[in-house]
């Protein structure tokens, strides 16, 4: 997964291939210009962009017309940071609708925990902002992931790994309970 280049050879920041089991389907990117138009858009292989909805607060900020240029960018900047999670969230959900509903009988999510998994073939800055809820290291050429997770959590982070083209090698879950002095 490499960011798109801008037509200054600049990498954007907000550029992600988005993938299903290894075949590039689409392009998930962040567009800051113009002010009416900024949010977050899906493109998939051979079709125009489309806008996706993943806050209100980015529709606010398509309103704003009272801050300076430079305020304004640098809240653009900040909302495409903290948003990258929920709008590959929002393009998993528009590229396969299916998965988004339950298709057993008595579908639940995986059970709530501390986990880790290990994941290559993804930068671990974009592994940084798709799941900001987990603590990164990178050894080598695998990132490792960790921390806890919700009920439902770790189907979340696995489904945005394999959107950005992570392969995940290893996922653990981490029972242990820490036991302080007094046991």
Do not use: C
């Amino acid at each position: 997964m490499w960011p798109e280049q801008q037509p200054r050879g600049e990498a954007r920041p907000h550029a992600y291939d988005l993938f299903d089991e290894g075949t590039q389907i689409g392009t998930l990117h962040w567009r800051a210009r113009p002010r009416r138009a900024v949010g977050w858009y899906l493109t998939r292989l051979g079709k125009g962009p489309e806008p996706l909805f993943v806050d209100t607060a980015i529709s606010d900020l398509s309103r704003d017309e009272r801050s300076t240029a430079h305020d304004w960018d640098l809240h653009a900047e900040l909302a495409a940071i903290l948003s990258t999670a929920l709008a590959l969230d929002a393009a998993g959900r528009e590229l396969h609708p299916e998965r988004a509903q339950g298709t057993r009988r008595f579908r639940r999510g995986l059970a709530a925990g501390r986990y880790e998994i290990h994941v290559t073939d993804v930068e671990p800055a974009i592994l940084s902002r798709i799941t900001p809820e987990l603590h990164l290291d990178s050894v080598s050429n695998v990132t490792i992931l960790a921390g806890e997770l919700l009920e439902g959590g770790l189907e979340v982070a696995i489904q945005r790994i394999g959107l950005v083209g992570g392969r995940i090698v290893a996922v653990f879950r981490s029972d242990e309970v820490d036991e302080g002095p007094d046991s």
